[in-house]
């Protein structure tokens, strides 16, 4: 049953019937790719698995078949007696002991498993005979036997009356008599037992392999930064905001240098046990190849895996920093917001005076009253370097150099941070991470991420109370092209800024301050057809100007204000047209030559409300929302309402800006296309053109109508505000507030992912190595398509960071084999590009010949590596 079993398998695989191919070119199992397939059979209840190793060859052409010579050798046999690829780099140890293009191996299943006594091994030796026999087959069969370990075969070869068995033994040790040429020659005639005498000349092919282990003269150039040098921003060369990078040992191992005499025929040279000619400096061909070090320890790659860590930590910033934080002596936990504000007394210092100690000393004071002042995770001196850079704001002298970089960088580079929803590489939140990453590894790991997070919370809380603008953000609203955490602190911004406006209005006078912003005008003035479409999408399409702001008066104020009017600019009742003796408010400027219909005025664009900025989570919640409020009419009613209160706000400050408008004017300014003009005859016969709204706004009951006859003539700065900055920033910091160390890493890994990109782009730009480009662009590619998603799975951002890790330890690689071989030091041009061409290659290929043997460049100076060694 095994055997037919055997034979089963071999036909499936059709190696039965004669074998053809072409002689074997040279080197061809070194560049060739090999394959194997693999089946499993038994014998009794024992498990064995079967296996087909061969070189994919392209097939021969047919006429070769033809020429077939009768009782020609198998190709296998006459494999064993070519000398072209003697010694493969990379091969199964049967393609290198015997030179076999393909081969089928029979090993127990299991990998404990094996077959120890005699009597087995014939056993499974006479079936493998007898099955090569019924089948024809000429492929050699090999049965593994002793522990895998041990690598031993046993096998067999049949084709047409001829046939060879493959044995092999182990000793332990090399008799004395057989460690050179000579003794071998002898065991070789031995085992032959060929009746001639003499017996023809043996040819061979001889290769000694030399190991270098030892480099010492060559120690590793890059020590492990000294972490206790972080003054004035430095950690031993490491400045902040930059990322680590290199092998902290040395990432090359072992150098092998293969001396090889490819074709010798016996008698030509003496080796034995009193004298040798075979000196490797004279030998015609070297080849060396490199032994990389398993996992060596990288700089940028530690940093990369501490900070993926902390994604799966559990606590909470209270937990890690302890209850009592925030804690009053003798109260109990207030409300977190409640306790920060306490903690930040406005102080009304101007900001240029201030320094960051001052700023978050009150914070400090207070923590510390709790800790002992040693346990605080950082100390003071690091802390404020850190503060220092992320916000260069807050030192005496402004940093002149940060505001004007902003936004200069237009490379694919800086744009990265689209692909990867991180942020730009000039941003707070890009410099957060880093330090973040930073202070994870060399301060106090989780503790220090969560004391600098505390800190950076208290920071922007300050900020809000005090109107200063978070630095190192761009302006307008939040992009939602970057991270969730990087538009909070856009939206944060937005809050300051409309604050300070509101403030800075309250304190200079209030009448309508209408900016000048020529942009803005035109946007309205209708080259913006589409204007209606855009309500309740994001902003940014139509709203330019940044430096607009309202002051708005709460409701109550509001219809008060209303009343009191009422009796100056007679009055206005609900229901009636509004007479055009109002005194028009909040107007910006004329538009162009448009009139109003009716009093014949020229019609004036209103100063409007801005939109409220948005950031995804807020937009996701919105459209949520509006989907849950279904298909309904009254569910239209209300999502149409909720849609059109900036439309509401629009048209209000349209009517006090043109007292006696109608809703066709409105329209003619708001949505161009929805007035339609066309010429008429009138009854003298002459041609006129008459416009009217469109079809869709002629519908009963259509939301602009309604909303025109609800609206009242107010003017932008008294209406409700669209955006209650107070209300999102309180929700900004109170979402700061409650980030775990463990949201915070999720939050920022994409900044560190595109800061080690960038980093290994800028140290590959130094090396050139091609293989390293491309596999560059995979890592992002594979990263966009990663993290462009909410929440990505653990799995594929541990591919990413293994894949950077990658390509950090070939860099290494390619480095310490400059510095080995003195590439740098090389005075002459061509040498120098010859030796960089042959440290290329010992990166990317399993062995590289040598090129002039022991002559040539690379050779000499292989040579001054072994003789230091051994002086060593």
Not at 75 to 83: A, I, Y
Request: glycine share 6%.
């Amino acid at each position: 049953r095994f055997i037919s079993k055997v034979e089963e398998v071999l036909n499936d695989w059709k190696l039965i019937g004669v074998s053809s191919g072409k002689p074997l070119e040279k080197g061809v199992f070194t560049t060739g790719t090999w394959e194997e397939k693999s089946d499993e059979i038994s014998f009794a209840d024992f498990r064995f698995s079967i296996t087909h190793h061969y070189l994919v060859q392209e097939a021969s052409d047919k006429d070769g078949k033809e020429e077939l010579v009768e009782d020609a050798l198998p190709l296998p046999m006459q494999d064993l007696l070519c000398m072209n690829n003697d010694f493969p780099p990379r091969a199964h140890c049967l393609v290198r002991w015997y030179g076999l293009r393909e081969f089928v191996v029979l090993a127990p299943a299991a990998n404990n498993d094996a077959i120890l006594s005699e009597s087995k091994c014939n056993l499974l030796l006479s079936s493998i005979s007898i099955a090569l026999g019924n089948t024809g087959c000429q492929v050699p069969l090999f049965v593994q036997i002793h522990h895998k370990w041990r690598r031993m075969y046993m096998g067999e070869c049949q084709g047409p009356g001829v046939r060879t068995d493959f044995e092999m033994v182990h000793l332990r040790k090399v008799p004395s008599q057989y460690i050179h040429l000579s003794g071998l020659l002898d065991i070789f005639k031995s085992k032959i037992g060929c009746p001639l005498t003499p017996l023809p000349p043996v040819s061979m092919a001889i290769r000694l392999t030399y190991v270098l282990q030892d480099w010492q003269q060559y120690f590793w150039p890059q020590q492990p930064p000294d972490i206790d040098a972080l003054v004035g921003g430095e950690v031993g060369g490491l400045e902040f905001g930059k990322l680590p990078f290199g092998a902290c040992e040395d990432p090359i191992s072992e150098l092998h240098l293969a001396t090889t005499w490819p074709h010798l025929t016996e008698g030509i040279v003496v080796d034995n046990d009193v004298y040798s000619d075979l000196d490797p400096i004279q030998a015609p061909q070297w080849s060396v190849r490199v032994r990389k070090a398993d996992n060596p320890q990288c700089l940028l790659g530690d940093f990369l895996t501490e900070f993926f860590k902390l994604c799966r930590r559990k606590e909470s910033t209270d937990e890690i920093l302890g209850r009592s934080a925030f804690e009053e002596e003798g109260k109990e936990v207030a409300d977190i917001s409640h306790a920060l504000s306490k903690l930040t007394e406005p102080a009304p210092v101007p900001i240029h005076k201030l320094s960051v100690t001052n700023m978050v000393h009150s914070a400090k004071k207070k923590i510390r009253k709790h800790r002992g002042v040693d346990e605080s995770p950082l100390n003071n001196e690091v802390l404020n370097t850190i503060l220092l850079f992320l916000f260069p704001d807050a030192a005496e002298k402004l940093a002149d150099g940060f505001e004007s970089r902003a936004n200069t960088s237009e490379n694919e580079d800086y744009n990265l941070f689209s692909q990867f929803k991180s942020a730009p590489s000039d941003s707070l939140t890009y410099k957060l991470a880093l330090c973040l990453c930073m202070i994870n590894f060399y301060h106090g790991g989780v503790k220090g991420v969560a004391h600098l997070w505390q800190e950076f919370v208290l920071e922007m809380r300050y900020r809000w109370e005090n109107n200063y603008l978070i630095p190192g953000l761009a302006n307008g609203p939040p992009d939602l092209r970057c991270c969730l955490l990087h538009q909070k602190l856009q939206m944060l911004n937005c809050c300051i800024e409309r604050k300070k406006a509101r403030d800075e209005g309250k304190r200079g006078s209030t009448s309508d301050r209408s900016p000048g912003d020529p942009g803005k005008a035109a946007e309205h003035s209708g080259d913006n057809p589409d204007r209606e479409k855009e309500v309740g999408k994001s902003w940014e399409s139509w709203s330019d100007s940044e430096e607009e702001f309202f002051e708005c008066l709460s409701d109550t104020e509001d219809l008060k204000g209303n009343g009191q009017e009422n009796g100056k600019k007679g009055g206005v009742k609900e229901g009636t047209k509004e007479p055009a003796n109002l005194k028009p408010e909040g107007r910006l400027h004329p538009h162009g030559k448009l009139t109003l219909l009716h009093p014949g005025e020229p019609l004036y664009i209103p100063i409007t409300q801005e939109p409220a900025p948005m950031t995804e989570d807020l937009l996701e919640e919105q459209s949520e929302v509006l989907a849950k409020l279904g298909t309904s009419a009254e569910g239209a009613h209300l999502r149409a309402r909720m849609q059109s209160a900036c439309l509401l706000s629009d048209m209000e400050s349209f009517k006090a800006a043109n007292p006696g408008c109608c809703l066709e004017d409105f329209v003619r300014w708001y949505s161009p296309r929805d007035y339609i003009e066309e010429e008429v005859v009138d009854e003298k016969g002459n041609v006129v053109i008459k416009g009217g709204l469109s079809a869709r706004m002629r519908i009963p009951s259509n939301m602009w109508v309604e909303a025109w006859e609800t609206a009242k003539p107010v003017p932008a700065r008294r209406q409700k505000r669209l955006f209650d900055d107070t209300r999102e920033a309180e929700k900004v910091l109170h979402y700061l507030a409650i980030q775990k160390p463990a949201d915070l890493a999720r939050h920022l890994l994409p900044c560190v992912i595109h800061a080690a990109v960038l980093k290994v782009k800028e140290e590959e730009a130094l090396e050139e190595i091609s293989s390293v480009k491309k596999i560059i662009k995979q890592i992002i590619s594979h990263s966009s398509k990663v993290l462009r998603f909410p929440n990505p799975e653990d799995k594929k951002l541990e591919e990413i960071i293994a894949q950077i890790m990658s390509v950090e330890a070939m860099i290494a690689r390619a480095r310490s084999l400059k510095a080995k071989f003195g590439v740098e030091k090389c005075e002459n041009e061509e040498e120098k590009e010859d030796l960089q061409r042959f440290v290329n290659c010992l990166l990317e290929q399993p062995e590289v010949s040598v090129v002039g043997a022991g002559r040539g460049p690379a050779g000499s100076i292989i040579h001054k590596l072994f003789l230091n060694a051994q002086r060593v």
